[in-house]
């Protein structure tokens, strides 16, 4: 779906944009989630957009960048359907140019790491979402668009035109953007009432309500946003079918005039090898060869595997769940293995998992490294050192990590899903970017590994032309930037 430019109006003003959602870099992330949440509003502010970042003030963030928050305000604030009231702090920090407003409750924000368990999760996010609209009501800076992310901010469009209709901030247009459908916030009608203290009405099937006694946060914001967004045009499509709609298929086939699909980039500053210095050699494209094996070296000396530039070193960095596709890793992790080739692995998630890629690296000491562990500056190294990365996920809406490893020139093995069908173009003939499997079968990841191998022992001259090939390609936020900045325009609030 393209957006109709024709219609735009042109913007003097700057745009003002709250971005509200549950987690941003570098203050806390556990996924892709935290990158966008850190990168898009950079990119926007670069176009000339007024941008804020509303976050819960989690416990869970690092005491450094607590002591560069200042206190702007507290106010009460009524949530639950008997009125209870509860304390809302604004503490704010401003990080090159972006203001991040961070909403301070004890109550709910000193458990986690930053989630909980859902029982836990709906109160917190019930308050956050309207504490959210409450803040920039409070601070008097009404924004022409809320931009809100994943089913912890699935609430505000539906306050945004309840609750806030008529105050300040109901001016504002809304757009909810789905990073993974798979979460959505889902408990007892009764509990979603209490909680969220709004109206019976809203508990129809056309809104909150899922199932006779079962109410989802999700799908009353995807219902009341003004707009629809998800991170790739690839799953837009997807996830309007039973396969990957996860229950809300029907729901957002209703709606796909208002589903726009926009791939996410990376970060290329904080992503950048010529400067990273986490790496033991930065390199950019004119000495990449360099730089990779030096790079590689170091990753196998700190993991302990045998120092051999020739061996052919694939990287896994992930969380460890089914969405993955961790388990045909795990039908064919033998076989992938040969004296030519290592495999490391950075993630936590699932025991299963996390079991499994341990015994694998026991059995295969010198050739395998499974660091269970969330760790920021391995990732790094292992962007730079491996020679593949894969991801053969059973979903996945747009996937960064593919992304980073082509800007480090590092050939990424994926499966043709999502976001990974839309920024990985197959190799052949010289041309592309990765190689690739479609559907869901641990052989057919196989073959790809052992495609990629052949190229990379057999013809490496194509090998290195497509890691040029793929440090050249563009990752960057600026495309997409710009098209949401053409949504955005298109749905503000006319003057
Ligand atoms: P998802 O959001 O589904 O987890 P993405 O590919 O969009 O997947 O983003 C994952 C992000 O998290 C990337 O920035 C990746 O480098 C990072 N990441 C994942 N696991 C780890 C880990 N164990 N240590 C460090 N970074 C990780
Ligand atoms: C989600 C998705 C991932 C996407 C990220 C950022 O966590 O699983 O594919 O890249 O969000 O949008």
């Known amino acids: 779906m ?12 700057p745009r003002r944009i709250a971005f509200i959602g549950s987690e941003c870099y570098p203050f806390v992330k556990t996924g892709g989630l935290g990158d966008v949440m850190y990168a898009l509003p950079r990119a926007l502010t670069r176009s000339g957009c007024s941008v804020r970042v509303l976050l819960p003030n989690y416990a869970c963030i690092p005491q450094k960048f607590k002591e560069q928050m200042a206190y702007r305000g507290s106010f009460m604030m009524d949530l639950c359907q008997d009125g209870t009231s509860f304390y809302v702090g604004i503490m704010e920090s401003e990080l090159d140019g972006v203001i991040y407003d961070f909403i301070d409750n004890r109550e709910f924000f000193d458990w986690g790491n930053p989630y909980t368990g859902l029982w836990e999760d709906i109160p917190k ?71 969220t203290g709004l109206p019976d ?31 790739s045009a690839t799953y837009a499509q997807e996830i309007q079918t039973d396969f990957y709609g996860e229950g809300l298929n029907g729901h957002l086939s209703y709606h796909r005039a208002k589903l726009y699909g926009i791939v996410n980039g990376i970060d290329v500053e904080l992503w950048n090898s010529k400067t990273d210095a986490l790496l033991e050699k930065q390199y950019d494209v004119s000495d990449v060869l360099e730089g990779k094996r030096a790079n590689k070296l170091a990753l196998q000396e700190r993991l302990g595997l045998e120092q051999d530039e020739n061996k052919f070193v694939i990287g896994l960095i992930s969380r460890l769940t089914d969405q993955k596709g961790l388990d045909l890793v795990n039908a064919v992790f033998q076989d992938m293995l040969d004296e030519d080739t290592q495999i490391v692995i950075l993630g936590t998630g699932d025991p299963r998992y996390e079991d499994s890629f341990r015994y694998y690296e026991s059995v295969n000491k010198g050739s395998v490294c499974a660091y269970i562990q969330y760790n920021e500056s391995l990732a790094h190294m ?8 894969m991801v053969p996920s059973l979903f996945e809406p747009c996937g960064l990590t593919q992304l980073i490893a082509m800007r480090y020139g590092t ?19 010289d041309k592309g970017n990765g190689f690739t499997f479609d559907r869901y079968e641990a052989g057919l990841l196989l073959d790809a590994v052992k495609r990629a191998r052949t190229l990379y022992t057999g013809s490496r001259a194509l090998w290195d032309n497509m890691v040029v090939r793929d440090m050249e390609k563009d990752v960057s936020w600026e495309n997409s930037a710009k098209q949401y900045i053409e949504l955005y325009d298109f749905i503000a609030p006319k003057a």
């Open 125 to 195: 996010y019930c308050y956050f979402s309207k504490a959210a609209l409450a803040v920039l009501n409070y601070l008097d800076w009404t924004p022409d668009v809320i931009h809100c992310h994943d089913w912890q901010a699935g609430l505000v469009p539906v306050y945004l035109r309840t609750r806030f209709a008529d105050t300040p901030v109901g001016r504002a247009a809304s757009i909810l953007t789905i990073h993974n459908l798979r979460f959505q916030g889902i408990c007892s009608i009764d509990h979603l009432k209490y909680w």
């Open 382 to 389: 292992i962007y730079a050192g491996s020679d593949a990365l």
């Open 2 to 13: 393209s957006i109709d430019t024709e219609r735009i109006d042109t913007v003097e003003t």
């Open 411 to 429: 050939v990424p093995i994926v499966r043709e899903t999502g976001g990974l069908k839309d920024t990985v173009a197959p190799y052949y003939d």
């Open 201 to 231: 009405y809203l508990f129809d099937y056309a809104v909150f309500k899922q199932s006779e006694n079962e109410a989802n946060m999700f799908k009353g914001g995807l219902a009341y946003a003004d707009r629809v967004t998800t991170v």
